[in-house]
Nanobody, 120 residues
Framework: QVHLVESGGGLVQAGGSLRLSCAAS????????MGWYRQAPGKQRELVAT???????DYADSVKGRFTVSRDNAKNTVYLQMNSLKPEDTAVYYC??????????????WGQGTQVTVSS
C-alpha cells in the first residue's frame, strides 16, 4: 500500500557530505513522525534523527551539529543532510515513516536501506 524509495548513499571521504532522501508513495493520508536509523556491521540499529509533522527534530548525540533532518510534506519525503562525516558514521541508513493510510490504519514503514561508507 505504501512504497518507500531511499537514495543518496555512497562512498565519501572523512569530512565530506552526503544527502539522503526517502520518498513515500501510495495510499497515504498523512505522515506523522519521519526518521532515520542506521545499522553498522555487528551493531544494533540505532536512531539517528527524527522530525515530527510539526517540524520538531531530535538527534542522536553522536550526530548533533553535523546532521540535519528535514521533510517536504507535499512530496512525502524526508531528507538527511550529513556533513563533516566520520568513519564511524559508516552504516546502512534506513528511513522510518509513521504513516496514516487512507483507510485510517497507522503503520510504521521502513525503507530498503542505503549504504553510507566514510573512508579515513
Amino acid at each position: 500500500q505504501v512504497h518507500l524509495v531511499e537514495s543518496g548513499g555512497g562512498l565519501v571521504q572523512a569530512g565530506g557530505s552526503l544527502r539522503l532522501s526517502c520518498a513515500a508513495s501510495g495510499s497515504i493520508f498523512s505522515i506523522n513522525t519521519m526518521g532515520w536509523y542506521r545499522q553498522a556491521p555487528g551493531k544494533q540499529r540505532e536512531l539517528v534523527a527524527t522530525i515530527t509533522s510539526g517540524g520538531n527534530t531530535d538527534y542522536a548525540d553522536s550526530v548533533k551539529g553535523r546532521f540535519t533532518v528535514s521533510r517536504d510534506n507535499a512530496k512525502n519525503t524526508v531528507y538527511l543532510q550529513m556533513n563533516s562525516l566520520k568513519p564511524e558514521d559508516t552504516a546502512v541508513y534506513y528511513c522510518n515513516l509513521d504513516v496514516r493510510l487512507i483507510s485510517g490504519a497507522v503503520i510504521h514503514y521502513w525503507g530498503q536501506g542505503t549504504q553510507v561508507t566514510v573512508s579515513s
